[in-house]
C-alpha cells in the first residue's frame, strides 16, 4: 500500500519544509537589510529593523538647556524646546543621570537656588528663578521620548554621490559593471567554441583536454594570482580593467567549458549531421544551430560568471589595487566598516546597493540556470 500512484512519499514534506527554512533564512536578512536602507542613524542604532513600522520609544543623550531669557515681574524665565521636531512625544524626563524617568510630562520640579523647571509632553520647557542666569550653568535634562517610523531616501542619496565625506559608492558601482561585464562576456565567447570542439569535433588528444579542463576545475585560484600578476607585468599590461578581465577569464574558463561541453554533447546528432550534409560547414553549424540550442546552458554560466565576479574581491585588489578611482563595490564596502563601522545607515544602503545588480540578474534569468543545469539528465 505504500507504492499506491498518487500518494506522496512522507520525505516530500520534509523536503518543502527544508525549502521554506531556507528561504526564511535567505529572505529575513536581505528584507531587514532593505528596511534598514531606508531608516534613520537614530532609529537604527536604538531599534531593530523588525520595529521599524512602530512608534519608537528611546532615551535620548542628556541636553543641555538653553535660551534668551526673559524678565517677567521679579521672575526670571528661559523658554525653549528640547527636540527639532514636533511629532516626537515626550514620556518621561529627568535632571540626573541616575534618574532619567523620574518626572511625568507637565510635572514642575524645584530646582536649587530656587530655580524651577516643566517640560510638557512635546519638549517644550520652562525654567524660572527669582535672579538672573547670566553666569549661572543651565541643568541638563534626560529625556525618554516616544518618535514616530521615520524613512528617508538620503541614505541613497549620500551612498551613491559621495556626499558622506567620501563614502560613495557611485564610482564604485560602474567600476564594478565596467569589471563584471566584460568578464562574463569574454569566458562564454572563449568557452563556446572550445565546447564544440570538444563535443563536435575530432581530433588527436581531445579525451586530454577534456580530463584537464575537468582538473582544472579543482585548481584554487589563489595558486596563480602572483604568478599571473608577474606575467601582466613582463608583457606591460600591468594593473588596470584588461589585467582583471583576463584573469577572470582564465579562472572562468573551465567550468564554462565543462558546463557548455556537456551541454552540447546532449543536442540531437541528427541535426548536426543533416547540416553538415547539406554543406555547412563547422563555424555555420556552430554559429547557426548549436548556439541558439545552447542559450540556457550559456545563460547559466553568464548567472555563475557575473555573480563571481560582481562580489569578488580578491582578484580585484590583485589586479587593479586600491586606487579610490578604480575600487570596486566589494573593496568599497570593507573601506566604509573599518573606518566607518558606526555609520550602520551607510553601511545598509552601501550593502543592498551592491546585491540589487545581482538579485535583479539572478530573478531575470533564474529559468535559464534550471534548464541549464539539468539538461542531458533526462534522456
Not at 17 to 32: D, E, F, Y
Not at 128 to 137: D, I, V, Y
Not at 304 to 309: G, I, N
Amino acid at each position: 500500500m505504500d507504492n499506491i500512484a498518487g500518494r506522496k512519499p512522507a520525505l516530500t514534506w520534509v523536503v518543502h519544509l527544508s525549502v521554506v527554512v531556507l528561504v526564511a533564512l535567505w529572505l529575513l536578512p536581505t528584507l531587514g537589510l532593505l528596511v534598514s536602507s531606508f531608516r534613520t542613524a537614530d532609529q537604527i542604532s536604538n531599534s531593530g529593523w523588525w520595529s521599524a513600522f512602530s512608534a519608537q520609544e528611546r532615551q535620548a543623550p542628556a541636553i543641555r538647556l538653553e535660551g534668551e531669557e526673559q524678565q517677567q515681574g521679579a521672575t526670571y524665565v528661559i523658554e525653549g524646546t528640547l527636540f527639532p521636531a514636533t511629532d516626537t512625544t515626550l514620556t518621561a524626563w529627568g535632571t540626573s543621570s541616575r534618574a532619567p524617568q523620574a518626572y511625568e510630562p507637565g510635572q514642575s520640579v524645584d530646582l536649587d537656588d530656587g530655580w524651577q523647571l516643566v517640560v510638557d509632553d512635546r519638549g517644550l520647557f520652562r525654567l524660572s528663578a527669582p535672579q538672573s542666569f547670566e553666569g549661572e550653568r543651565l541643568p541638563r535634562v534626560f529625556t525618554t521620548a516616544t518618535t514616530p517610523p521615520e524613512f528617508t531616501l538620503q541614505n541613497y542619496g549620500n551612498v551613491l554621490s559621495g556626499s558622506t565625506s567620501g563614502a560613495g559608492v557611485g564610482q564604485a558601482f560602474l567600476n564594478t559593471l565596467t569589471v563584471s561585464i566584460p568578464a562574463t562576456v569574454i569566458p562564454i565567447l572563449v568557452a563556446a567554441f572550445a565546447a564544440y570542439a570538444l563535443a563536435w569535433m575530432e581530433f588527436p588528444g581531445r579525451a586530454l583536454l577534456v580530463a584537464a579542463v575537468v582538473g582544472l576545475l579543482v585548481v584554487p585560484l589563489q595558486l596563480a594570482l602572483i604568478p599571473l600578476l608577474q606575467l601582466h607585468n613582463d608583457i606591460g599590461i600591468g594593473k588596470g580593467y584588461l589585467g582583471v578581465w583576463l584573469a577572470h577569464t582564465g579562472f572562468g574558463l573551465p567550468l564554462a567549458i565543462y558546463l557548455l561541453r556537456n551541454y552540447m554533447v546532449g543536442l540531437p546528432k541528427d541535426i548536426i549531421e543533416n547540416a553538415r550534409v547539406d554543406g555547412a560547414t563547422d563555424f555555420q553549424v556552430f554559429v547557426k544551430i548549436v548556439l541558439p540550442l545552447s542559450f540556457p546552458a550559456l545563460a547559466s554560466f553568464a548567472i555563475f560568471q557575473f555573480l563571481w565576479t560582481w562580489n569578488d574581491l580578491l582578484v580585484a585588489l590583485v589586479f587593479l589595487g586600491t586606487d579610490d578611482d578604480r575600487l570596486v563595490l566589494t573593496a568599497r564596502l570593507v573601506n566604509l566598516m573599518g573606518s566607518r563601522g558606526g555609520q550602520w545607515e551607510i553601511l545598509a544602503t552601501s550593502a543592498f546597493v551592491s546585491i540589487a545588480v545581482p538579485l535583479m540578474v539572478f530573478f531575470a534569468m533564474q529559468k535559464y540556470l534550471v534548464r541549464g543545469l539539468l539538461a542531458g539528465s533526462v534522456k
